[in-house]
Nanobody, 126 residues
């Protein structure tokens, strides 16, 4: 059974930091692209970052570059999203997802992902 278990959300003040974790099981973690998406109230789900687990290349939404860092721990089958300098507009439910497509150029679109975890809420107060 495929599982993606996201955690680490919470309430933080603007300028603060949070680290999200997503523990994966039931598929070949090392062969997949792992991504983070977010969905704010009343808005569509959007891609934030993804990592090619085969070669470690990473990709980011423009608005989070230099603030967010995605990483993978292959020993723990876990992908992380370190979020620094958080802004109120980062408030959203964050989701992790896995795609068998190997990302090589840019963020993979939502429909390319095969598996999804439940969301974890990040709230940034001003």
């Amino acid at each position: 059974e495929v599982q993606l278990q996201a955690s680490g959300g919470g309430l933080v003040q603007a300028g603060g930091s949070l680290t999200l974790s997503c523990e994966a099981s039931g598929f070949a973690f090392d062969d997949y692209t792992l991504g983070w998406f977010r969905q704010a109230p009343g808005k569509e789900r959007e891609g934030v970052s993804c990592i090619n687990n085969l070669n470690g290349s990473t990709y980011y939404k423009e608005s989070v570059k230099d603030r967010f860092t995605i990483s993978s721990d292959h020993a723990k089958n876990t992908v992380y999203l370190q979020m620094n300098s958080l802004k109120p507009e980062d408030t959203a439910v964050y989701y992790c997802a896995a795609s068998y497509i190997v990302v090589v150029k840019d963020l993979l679109p939502l429909y390319e992902y095969d598996y999804w975890g439940q969301g974890t809420l990040v709230t940034v107060s001003s």
